[in-house]
């Protein structure tokens, strides 16, 4: 995947991310949403991450949008004002090259440059990958919680995890 780069998002980018995150909507339990979000909402989502100067990446490769990852407010609340969560998506045909791992290092620089003191990562519990690749860029482990989600019949647990900025 050493053709993949990493740039700026485009508003010519939303039918792009929004079949991704589709994807992981529909068929995963990745995300605990469970409906798609139109191209509409994904638009107004971006946005206020544009709006806020939060970083926002996307992936491309051969010309494509082949994946996305952003950070933002961890709670609305003021006083979280410095502490983000992150978000990963890739086209699903990606998964497990490397590129996750690459766009987390780099969402990390980026969180910095934007103020941020502290990433937070909410993982399903099953998503070992995931878990796996937040390790190694040297989150921790902070908490497990159980059946906190329902989604295709079944109860679902999350890990956080958390790094410092």
């Given amino acids: 995947m050493s053709d993949a780069r990493f740039r700026a998002f485009r508003w010519s980018d939303i039918p792009a991310v929004t079949e991704i995150y589709r994807h992981y909507v529909d068929e995963t339990v990745i995300t605990f ?3 798609a979000p139109t191209e509409a909402a994904m ?3 971006f946005g206020k991450l544009l709006d ?3 970083p926002l990446i996307i992936v491309e490769q ?3 949008v082949v994946g996305y990852a952003y950070a933002s407010f961890y709670r609305p609340r003021a006083a979280y004002r410095f502490t983000c969560e992150d978000s990963i998506y890739l086209h699903k045909d990606l998964v497990g090259q ?3 791992a690459r766009l987390l290092d780099e969402l990390l620089v980026q969180s910095r440059a934007a103020g941020f003191r502290q990433m937070l990562a909410v ?3 099953e998503r070992k990958n995931s878990i796996r690749v937040h390790e190694k860029a040297g989150f921790r482990f902070i908490g497990h919680y159980e059946a906190l989600g329902f989604k295709f019949d079944r109860w679902l647990d999350i890990v956080h995890m958390q790094k410092a900025l």
Avoid: D, F, M
Wanted: glycine fraction near 16%; charge should be negative.
């Fill in 123 to 125: 993982i399903t519990a």
């Fill in 33 to 35: 949403e469970t409906e």
């Fill in 98 to 100: 490397g590129v996750g």
């Fill in 62 to 64: 051969a010309g494509n």
């Fill in 52 to 54: 806020l100067k939060h």
């Fill in 43 to 45: 638009a107004e989502r």
